[in-house]
């Protein structure tokens, strides 16, 4: 379960492809489906946009909400669109008329400030300014289920890749787990302080023997982005613990999402910056400086190379990423194109390189990613470059270099270890290759269970197999297979280095 030798995706382009300038309020939300945009707002509206050309739909705005829009959500099939607002209630949209299939009020009657479907369709979460979780069945739209968390808003949900688990965060600045019966399986007190503004699941599945291991993001008034692991046991026991802590940005981030293949990661923040981290590796890969206000939404489109933004200053912005490794190095940019040049883009670099040819700066962001910032001065004052790094041995830790905690000089030692094994993976890489014929991909998809396969492959399977996972043998929840632009670009580069 160990993804320390996954590569993420090597440095793009990214270029602002267009603004909207619908809303007459703050944006809250925006989502995609998987030909739709919808952006939500205090203006009471929701906005529905078509992305092949970023036209408005006949329908749109859509106007049910007697208050502020707080947040909206696609069904996973794109038939329907979930809302949220101060006016306490939830809706339901169809994305075929534009009318309302359902309302459905909130226990209490309180703001509701959030709401989240589950990949499977099956349930959908709602989280209001008390504190109370309202856990309705989708397709009847009836509540089966209500919870709280006392004296606190709730801001933040998210359900995990295999529907039968969900995270909330509030303003208190607590996460918490709960599973279908409202139970808590786990609270990580003090997540980030000063109260969470939006958490988001990866959408893959790890595993590895008795344990199933899901990612999560988190984002927070401390200004902070942080990557979590959740851990499941056989037991049915789960741990929480955090992997990563990104400082790309310098006020509170207020929202973050993944990438429909779960490599990249996106954050949009009071700073009015958009930050784009490779997500893997916890490296920050560009900056985003266009909206002149707080940027309160962030989304990846699930089928193209998009990222949409909304912000405080009424606008979305719409973003491309492109492949910008032929050559150009990520400078060749157009004059609208946004990314601001710093340590991110040289992080990303270096992680094109071989170890042998990283230089003593290199090493020194290495150490710092892997939690051990601490022997940065003294590497740097013995001028350790890469070679150096990999001919370390505890006995130069401890005589020359004068390291005298045990406890990290085998830390370091065992990171070492796993950049030699990484380095010394010739053949193709495992990520590259189907998990069903073991060939290198064409044109790889993203199915339900979270695994990338080759289209061909997977459809195949899918039409023989009973709607099983070859990975997990459990269920297939959908058919959905969702393009992973990300991975076919990784392949095609390495292909062209071999």
């Known amino acids: 379960m160990d993804d320390t030798a996954e590569k993420g995706p090597a440095l793009q382009m990214t270029s602002l ?54 947040c909206c959500c696609f ?27 359902a309302v459905m009020e909130h ?17 959908m979460v709602s989280g209001a300014s008390d504190g109370t979780l309202a856990l309705w069945d989708f397709p009847s739209k009836q509540l089966r289920r209500t919870g709280a968390v006392n004296d606190t808003t709730m801001v933040a949900c998210s359900f995990s890749p295999c529907s039968q688990v969900f995270m909330t965060g509030s303003t208190y600045g607590d996460l918490r787990l709960w599973d279908l019966n409202m139970n808590q399986l786990h609270a990580e007190k003090n997540a980030h302080d000063l109260g969470v503004t939006c958490c988001t699941f990866a959408p893959s599945i790890l595993s590895g023997g008795q344990v199933v291991q899901f990612r999560l993001a988190s984002c927070g ?8 692991a959740i851990n499941k046991f056989s037991s049915g026991a789960y741990k929480m613990q955090r992997l990563h802590t990104l400082t790309g940005q310098s006020a509170p981030v207020l929202s973050c999402a993944y990438s429909s293949d779960g490599q990249l990661l996106v954050s949009g923040s009071v700073d009015k910056t958009v930050a784009v981290y490779d997500a893997k590796n916890a490296v920050l890969l560009y900056t985003l400086k266009q909206h002149e206000r707080y940027v309160t939404a962030c989304s990846f489109s699930p089928t193209s190379p998009l990222i949409a933004t909304g912000s405080m200053d009424k606008t979305v912005n719409i973003w491309r990423l492109e492949d910008g490794c032929s050559g150009h190095g990520g400078k060749s940019m157009s004059g609208e194109s946004a990314l601001t040049s710093g340590e991110g883009r040289n992080s990303a670099g270096r992680l094109k390189l071989l170890v042998t040819d990283w230089s003593e700066e290199d090493v020194s962001e290495w150490l710092v990613e892997e939690g051990l910032e601490r022997l940065v001065d003294k590497f740097r004052a013995n001028n350790i470059d890469g070679t150096e790094l990999l001919s370390l041995t505890k006995e130069t830790l401890a005589s020359e270099l004068l390291i005298e905690s045990v406890g990290l000089r085998n830390k370091l030692l065992r990171k070492v270890e796993e950049l030699k094994s990484e380095s010394a993976c010739s053949g193709i890489p495992d990520e590259f290759l189907c998990p069903i014929t073991r060939e290198l991909m064409k044109e790889p998809v993203i199915a339900a269970d979270g695994y990338s396969y080759e289209r061909e492959a997977i459809e195949s399977w899918i039409n023989t197999k009973n709607r099983s996972s070859p990975m997990t043998n459990l269920p297939l929840l959908t058919t959905l297979l969702t393009p992973n632009h990300t991975l076919k670009m990784a392949i095609g580069r390495w292909k062209t280095s071999h």
């Open 221 to 228: 008034q401390d200004s902070l982005l942080k990557i979590w």
């Open 107 to 123: 226990p209490g009657r309180s703001p509701v400030r959030i709401c989240a479907l589950s990949p499977d369709s099956i349930h």
């Open 75 to 101: 069904s996973p099939c794109g038939q329907f669109l979930v809302s949220c607002s101060t006016d306490a209630t939830t809706v339901v949209w169809s994305m075929v008329t534009g009318e309302i299939e």
């Open 17 to 70: 492809l267009c603004t909207l300038h619908d809303h007459l309020d703050d944006v809250n939300w925006c989502a995609f489906s998987a030909k739709l945009l919808a952006t939500c707002s205090g203006d009471k509206t929701l906005r529905i946009y078509n992305t092949s050309d970023f036209s408005e739909l006949s329908f749109s705005p859509l106007s049910g909400h007697g208050y502020s829009v707080h």
